[in-house]
């Protein structure tokens, strides 16, 4: 049977929630979110081309965030790895070399729209390895941050 639980709050924990209370509030005030349904085509369209829609959408947003910020920042998607016991997740980091080679010439007027294409192709494939490589359990993430921690316990600067 289920049991209530009795914590002991110190003056140390009760400050370090307050805190956590206090920057969490901060974060949620400072979030913008407007949802927008788009028609203008779906993933139908976006399969009947060979592109997958995921791909198509991180590819989106890292343009859509060089627009917005004028530079591209790490970006993290989750991928799940359902093959593994209990199920796992690995980090895809979109913001690839052909991504960025994407963006920019997608903002180049001087650029011919075949040259564009052929390099959002590229972009969206690069993403589409990198979440098969994830999915398998090929990942880098998981274990550089393993090793990380690793070296945060064995006293050694990471």
């Given at each position: 049977?289920?049991?209530r639980l009795t914590w002991?709050?110190?003056?140390?924990?009760?400050?370090?929630?307050?805190?956590?209370?206090?920057?969490?509030?901060?974060?949620?005030?400072?979030?913008?979110?407007?949802?927008?349904?788009?028609?203008?085509?779906?993933?139908?369209?976006?399969?009947?081309?060979?592109?997958?829609?995921?791909?198509?959408?991180?590819?989106?947003?890292?343009?859509?965030?060089?627009?917005?910020?004028?530079?591209?920042?790490?970006?993290?998607?989750?991928?799940?790895?359902?093959?593994?016991?209990?199920?796992?997740?690995?980090?895809?980091?979109?913001?690839?070399?052909?991504?960025?080679?994407?963006?920019?010439?997608?903002?180049?007027?001087?650029?011919?729209?075949?040259?564009?294409?052929?390099?959002?192709?590229?972009?969206?494939?690069?993403?589409?390895?990198?979440?098969?490589?994830?999915?398998?359990?090929?990942?880098?993430?998981?274990?550089?941050?393993?090793?990380?921690?690793?070296?945060?316990?064995?006293?050694?600067?990471?």
């Amino acid at each position: 049977m289920p049991r209530r639980l009795t914590w002991e709050v110190d003056e140390v924990l009760e400050k370090a929630l307050a805190h956590a209370t206090e920057t969490a509030t901060t974060l949620i005030a400072n979030h913008k979110l407007k949802t927008v349904w788009f028609k203008g085509f779906g993933k139908k369209f976006l399969k009947a081309h060979r592109c997958q829609p995921d791909s198509f959408m991180q590819v989106a947003l890292q343009l859509a965030y060089y627009r917005d910020q004028g530079t591209f920042t790490a970006t993290y998607e989750s991928a799940t790895m359902r093959t593994f016991l209990h199920g796992r997740t690995e980090c895809i980091r979109s913001c690839t070399s052909a991504c960025k080679d994407f963006v920019l010439a997608f903002e180049d007027a001087s650029v011919a729209t075949d040259v564009k294409l052929e390099k959002f192709r590229a972009a969206a494939q690069a993403h589409l390895f990198f979440l098969q490589q994830c999915m398998l359990g090929q990942g880098v993430d998981r274990h550089l941050l393993g090793m990380r921690v690793m070296a945060f316990y064995a006293g050694l600067e990471p």
